[in-house]
């Protein structure tokens, strides 16, 4: 099963996984899941670090290499997944976590999730 995992599943998996849910942890350990990270939390995390915020001050440049390099895919932002956004209800106002859900129904890629707000739009998305 392929996963998408937003941006923060992606931060504590790669730098905090003590920090990660147990059922992502089943998820993420599973042989038989693809994990994939998105283009657009490398992009919140660049915008947020540059910010100051202190829960992201990781590298995007040198985490986007570690997930690579530890076998997870980058799925990049196209207009698809752009235009499917005035598709959604707007229950969440944070753009960062709207695209990461209209990556996941265009996609028909599983959201993994620990953010009860995100959790509740219909399709492919999984609080974990």
Do not use: C
Not at 13 to 38: Q, R, W
């Amino acid at each position: 099963m392929k996963l998408l995992l937003d941006t923060h599943l992606i931060l504590w998996a790669a730098g905090e996984p003590e920090k990660l849910p147990s059922g992502a942890v089943d998820l993420i350990e599973n042989a038989e899941s693809e994990l994939l990270f998105s283009a657009v939390s490398l992009w919140e995390i660049a915008i947020k670090s540059g910010l100051g915020r202190d829960d992201f001050r990781v590298n995007a440049r040198l985490l986007r290499r570690g997930l690579i390099d530890n076998g997870y895919s980058e799925l990049p932002i196209i207009g698809e997944h752009t235009l499917m956004i005035d598709t959604l209800p707007s229950i969440h106002k944070d753009p960062f976590d709207r695209l990461l859900v209209a990556q996941a129904i265009s996609e028909g890629i599983m959201l993994l999730t620990s953010d009860d707000l995100v959790a509740k739009y219909a399709g492919p998305v999984r609080l974990v």
